[in-house]
C-alpha cells in the first residue's frame, strides 16, 4: 500500500497530465479552425448565440439582458446550432443572459461540439459548482470566460473577486477547459487597481488573463481617466504570448486614450450575434443590423454583411469582433500583420527576439512558392482539402459552407 501522501501526488499528476492532454487537442482543432480561415472568406469564424436573455444579476452598466425571459426552447436552440454549422462556424459562443440559467445548456454544448464546432460559454460564475463543473466538463465545453469586475461586491456589480474567489478555485481544480478571467477598467469601476487584483489572481490560478474596457451603451468607447490608463498600461505589460489576441489588439490601446482605429469590421459575416428570437445581428451593441432569421441567412447574406462599411467601426469596443478580423488580416496580408505584431512587441519589450519557430514558419509559408507546396502538407496532416484554383468554390453554388 502506497502511503496517502504519494497517493494523493500521483493522482494529481494524472490530473495535470490529462488536463495537458485535452489542451493540445484544443491547440490541434484551433490549428484546424485558423487554416479553415485562412482557405476560406465566406463562412463565421465566431458566433455568440443567445440561449436566454434572462440574467440572475443587474450589473449598472449592462443592456444585454432582462429578469423575465424564458429559456430559448431546446429543439429550437440545437436548430440554430445545425444551422450555424451548415453555415460553417467554427467557434460558437453561449452568452447571455446568463447561459447557466438554461436547463438544457450541457444538450446545447454537446450538440456544437458533435457538430464540429469549438464550445465557448461566457457566464457571471455565480452558479458554478464543482458538479456544475464536472457536468461542463462531460459535455465538452472547450472555454468558459467570466468577468470580474471588482474585488468587493458595490452598487454597479457584484461580479466581484470575493463573491466568486471560491468559485475560480473550484475552476482550478475541476475544469478540462480552459478558463479566461477577465478584468474590466471603465468610468463605471470605482477602484481600478481592482482590475490589477483580479489578474494576478486568475495568474496565481493558472488561467488566461485578459482586460477589457467597459463601453458605452451603443458599444462605443469611453476614454479611460489617468489613474485608470495607468493600471490598464501595467496589465498589459504583463501578457506574454506573441501571437495572444490581447497582443493584436491594438485597438484597445486606442480606446483607452479615445482615439479611433483604422480596421475593417466584418461582423454580419466572420462575426455573428444571434439574439433569443433567432435574428442575426452585427453584434450585441448594433442589434437590429441586418436583423435577418438564422435560418434563412445564407452564404450571400455573409459576404455582403462582412464587407459592408460599418459607421461604427472607428471607435468600436466590441474586442471579440476585432479579434476575428484579424484572422482575415492574416489571410489578406500575411507579411504586413506578423510584421505589425512583432513591432509591437518590439515596442514593448526592446530586448524582445524574434523566436525560430515563427522565423521558420514565416520561411515556410510567407513566400508563395514555398507555400503552395509546405501548405499542401500543413492542411493534410489537418484533414483538409486543399482549394484548387481550377475548380469552382462550393461556397458559390451552395448556402452551407464546408
Known amino acids: 500500500m502506497f502511503p496517502l501522501s504519494v497517493t494523493l501526488e500521483k493522482t494529481g499528476y494524472a490530473m495535470r497530465l490529462r488536463k495537458r492532454a485535452l489542451e493540445i487537442?484544443?491547440?490541434?482543432?484551433?490549428?484546424?479552425?485558423?487554416?479553415?480561415?485562412?482557405?476560406?472568406?465566406?463562412?463565421?469564424?465566431?458566433?455568440?448565440?443567445v440561449p436566454i436573455r434572462r440574467c440572475n444579476l443587474d450589473c449598472a452598466y449592462c443592456n444585454e439582458y432582462d429578469r423575465t425571459s424564458d429559456p430559448v426552447?431546446?429543439?429550437?436552440?440545437?436548430?440554430?446550432?445545425?444551422r450555424l454549422a451548415d453555415l460553417g462556424a467554427a467557434i460558437i459562443t453561449l452568452s447571455g443572459g446568463e447561459p447557466t440559467l438554461h436547463p438544457d445548456l450541457d444538450a446545447i454544448i454537446r450538440r456544437i461540439r458533435e457538430r464540429g464546432a469549438i464550445a465557448t460559454l461566457i457566464t457571471n460564475g455565480l452558479l458554478l459548482t464543482p458538479e456544475r463543473i464536472r457536468a461542463l466538463n462531460h459535455a465538452g465545453l472547450d472555454y468558459l470566460q467570466i468577468s470580474i469586475d471588482n474585488a468587493r461586491p458595490d452598487d454597479v456589480s457584484k461580479k466581484s473577486l470575493q463573491v466568486l474567489d471560491r468559485k475560480l478555485a473550484w475552476l482550478a481544480e475541476h475544469a478540462d477547459f480552459g478558463v479566461t478571467i477577465n478584468s474590466v477598467l471603465g468610468a463605471a469601476i470605482h477602484n481600478p487597481h481592482d482590475a490589477l487584483a483580479v489578474s494576478l489572481r486568475a495568474r496565481d490560478l493558472g488561467f488566461t488573463s485578459t482586460v477589457?474596457?467597459?463601453?458605452?451603451?451603443?458599444?462605443?468607447?469611453?476614454p479611460l481617466g489617468g489613474q485608470q490608463q495607468a493600471v490598464y498600461d501595467q496589465i498589459r505589460k504583463r501578457k506574454a504570448s506573441l501571437f495572444s489576441f490581447a497582443h493584436f489588439d491594438s485597438f484597445q490601446d486606442n480606446v483607452s486614450r479615445g482615439l479611433p482605429t483604422n480596421w475593417h469590421c466584418r461582423a454580419g459575416g466572420r462575426f455573428l450575434y444571434i439574439c433569443e428570437d433567432g435574428l442575426?445581428?452585427?453584434?450585441?451593441?448594433?442589434?437590429?443590423?441586418?436583423?435577418?432569421?438564422?435560418?434563412?441567412?445564407?452564404?450571400?447574406?455573409?459576404?455582403?454583411?462582412?464587407?459592408?462599411?460599418?459607421?461604427?467601426?472607428?471607435?468600436?469596443?466590441?474586442?471579440?469582433?476585432?479579434?476575428?478580423?484579424?484572422?482575415?488580416?492574416?489571410?489578406?496580408?500575411?507579411?504586413?500583420?506578423?510584421?505589425?505584431?512583432?513591432?509591437?512587441?518590439?515596442?514593448?519589450?526592446?530586448?524582445?527576439?524574434?523566436?525560430?519557430?515563427?522565423?521558420?514558419?514565416?520561411?515556410?509559408?510567407?513566400?508563395?512558392?514555398?507555400?503552395?507546396?509546405?501548405g499542401k502538407v500543413a492542411l493534410s496532416a489537418l484533414g483538409l482539402k486543399p482549394r484548387n484554383r481550377g475548380m469552382v468554390d462550393p461556397l458559390r453554388r451552395s448556402d452551407s459552407a464546408d
Do not use: N
Open 25 to 49: 487537442q484544443r491547440k490541434l482543432r484551433e490549428t484546424r479552425m485558423f487554416a479553415r480561415a485562412m482557405q476560406s472568406d465566406s463562412h463565421p469564424i465566431l458566433v455568440q448565440i
Open 73 to 82: 426552447p431546446l429543439q429550437t436552440m440545437l436548430a440554430r446550432i445545425d
Open 212 to 222: 477589457g474596457i467597459l463601453h458605452d451603451q451603443s458599444g462605443q468607447l469611453a
Open 280 to 374: 442575426v445581428h452585427y453584434c450585441s451593441q448594433q442589434r437590429g443590423k441586418p436583423g435577418i432569421p438564422l435560418d434563412r441567412y445564407t452564404v450571400h447574406d455573409i459576404r455582403r454583411e462582412a464587407a459592408t462599411p460599418k459607421g461604427c467601426a472607428p471607435f468600436c469596443t466590441i474586442s471579440c469582433v476585432h479579434q476575428t478580423a484579424m484572422l482575415d488580416d492574416f489571410r489578406e496580408r500575411p507579411r504586413e500583420t506578423l510584421s505589425g505584431i512583432l513591432a509591437r512587441r518590439r515596442d514593448a519589450d526592446p530586448t524582445f527576439q524574434t523566436p525560430a519557430l515563427v522565423r521558420a514558419l514565416s520561411w515556410l509559408f510567407l513566400d508563395q512558392r514555398r507555400r503552395g507546396v509546405f
